[in-house]
């Protein structure tokens, strides 16, 4: 259906793809793999009208195309879901999927047929959401829905898929998949772009590897394996995933203890130590209350219970437990204060630039050096740390909130999520950081979805199941199998 011949793409003096060949079929989930900045998301922005091409040709069922425009695209028949969501929030669910697209009466919208218009396409497609629901007050996987809805219903034959369940509760991964099939199997071409290697081998048909903007190869998924796909990516063969850890100093005093921790409703009773050195994993179903009970211990969310911090009793604001040295990488690292338009190392330091002050004002060579030191540990890439964050890769961006975050050298670091949207290779380089930090004597609270990630690198795991500590596991009892049963014991 679509045609990619020799395609390149430049932003200034960046090369970000270069002579792209490629063929994507109707009826066929074709998956883009690639390490973060590789060109996957610029590939996608190409075919459905973000970007224009700078080199080579697109053909549409064999003719010619070139959009300077998202909706020339759309006309093609091409659609993106992008992982900003381009929703009106404040909008309903009809006005969403039909705007621009209303059936008229005269010069009138025929509200009526509209609708109709609107339940025919969702009936067709089985997918439902409430037409009046305001779009802002879905959930994401929703507010996906209802942009898929809207690319249907202007009759798209193509859409790209860029990372779509990297912001989704683990339970709605399967969902998404089954609805990313029926597109194929109702006879749409299925780009998806995903960093789940799981993802790709069990959901999708044809295969596409890219490596620093290049075309490494095309084939069927079937031919695939995990490390096949993992040699391609990264051009290498994978070492052991995860680092050995260091036994943690249970003999010091703990640096962060909880007693008796509660938010009505939320959780309840919640009492643990992390001593220093120490990695404790806080495992649980999506909507145990995982991220809610960090949220507490930063003073993000009020609590009742206590808290001693490096001896101390605290209570205070958030400004108040960071400037102590508490540290968070947030789960939805997206709405976490990144400055687009202003350079990677102000990015990086500017939470922490009295660090660099001294009789002289501001000492930038240090600044520098110190931001380039934590930003080349989680393997960022990036030409110059001049270069603004709106120029770097959905994955390298959130990189820039971790070297933030680690350049804070803080004594106790909750890592929610940490390798979200972060490529294979580069995995492997967050989690050294934060065995590096253990091994300095920090304490790290580590909260993950991916059930290898939490036994690959925790000491210690705690089940949260239904705001409640289910269970505590360490050594030989901290098993897959133990895991999920405690995690699932209070529901
Ligand atoms: N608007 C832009 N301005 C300048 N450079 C850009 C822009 N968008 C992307 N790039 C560069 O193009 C290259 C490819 O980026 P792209 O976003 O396509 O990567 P990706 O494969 O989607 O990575 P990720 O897995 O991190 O999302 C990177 O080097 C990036 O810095
Ligand atoms: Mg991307």
């Not at 700078?54 to 010619?64: A, F």
């Not at 309903?92 to 009526?112: C, K, Q, S």
Request: with cysteine; hydrophobic share 40%.
């Amino acid at each position: 259906m679509l045609t990619l011949s020799g395609v390149g793409k430049s932003f200034g003096g960046t090369v970000a793809l270069t002579d792209i060949d490629l063929t994507v079929e109707t009826g066929k989930v074709h998956a883009f793999v690639g390490e973060n900045g590789a060109g996957k998301s610029t590939l996608g922005k190409l075919i459905v009208g973000v970007h224009s091409l700078s080199e080579g040709r697109m053909e549409v069922d064999g003719t010619e195309v070139s959009f300077t425009s998202p909706a020339q695209a759309l006309d093609h028949g091409l659609a993106g879901i992008s992982q900003e969501l381009s929703l009106m929030p404040q909008r309903t669910v009809l006005d969403n999927i039909a705007l621009g697209r209303e059936v008229m009466r005269g010069p009138f919208i025929n509200a009526r047929a509209t609708r109709r218009g609107v339940e025919a396409v969702m009936e067709r497609y089985a997918m439902h959401v409430d037409p009046d629901a305001r779009v802002g007050d879905l959930p994401i996987v929703e507010q996906q829905k209802v942009e898929i809805l809207r690319a249907l219903s202007r009759d798209a034959r193509l859409i790209v898929f860029d990372e779509p369940t990297a912001r989704l509760p683990s339970d709605q991964v399967a969902p998404l998949l089954a609805l990313v099939r029926s597109l194929a199997d109702a006879g749409k071409a299925v780009i998806y772009v995903s960093h789940f290697l799981e993802e790709i081998l069990e959901a999708t048909d044809t295969v596409t590897i890219l490596r620093n903007g290049r075309h490494i190869r095309t084939g069927p998924t079937a031919n695939e394996t995990h490390d096949s796909l993992v040699e391609g990516v990264t051009g290498s063969v994978l070492g052991e995933q995860y680092p050995e850890v260091a036994a943690p100093d249970r003999a010091a005093p703990p640096v962060i203890s909880v007693t008796g921790l509660s938010r009505p409703g939320v959780f309840e009773n919640v009492s643990f130590d992390i001593h220093p050195g120490e990695i404790v994993g806080l495992a649980g179903l999506v909507g145990s209350g995982r991220s809610e009970i960090a949220r507490a211990i930063l003073g993000a969310d009020p609590s009742r219970g206590k808290i001693t911090f490096n001896g101390r009793e605290i209570s205070g604001s958030i400004a108040a437990r960071l400037a102590g040295g508490m540290a968070m990488i947030p789960e939805n690292r997206r709405e976490q204060g990144l400055m687009m338009g202003r350079p990677i190392v102000e990015n990086v330091t500017l939470p922490h630039l009295s660090r660099f002050s001294g009789a002289l004002g501001l000492d930038r060579r240090r600044e520098r050096a110190a931001a380039d030191a934590h930003c080349a540990a989680t393997e960022m890439k990036y030409a110059s740390l001049n270069d603004h964050a709106d120029a770097l890769s959905g994955g390298n961006q959130q990189k820039i909130l971790f070297a933030r975050t680690t350049l804070g050298d803080p004594a106790l670091l909750i890592a929610d999520e940490p390798t979200r949207g972060v490529d294979v290779g580069a995995k492997r380089s967050i989690y050294d950081l934060i065995a590096g930090l253990a091994k300095q004597g920090k304490a790290i609270l580590l909260i993950s979805s991916e059930i290898e990630e939490i036994l690959g690198l925790s000491h210690r795991v705690l089940v949260v199941s239904r705001g409640r500590i289910a269970g505590e596991l360490e050594g030989a009892a901290l098993t897959e199998t133990a895991l999920m049963t405690a995690a699932f014991s209070g529901t």
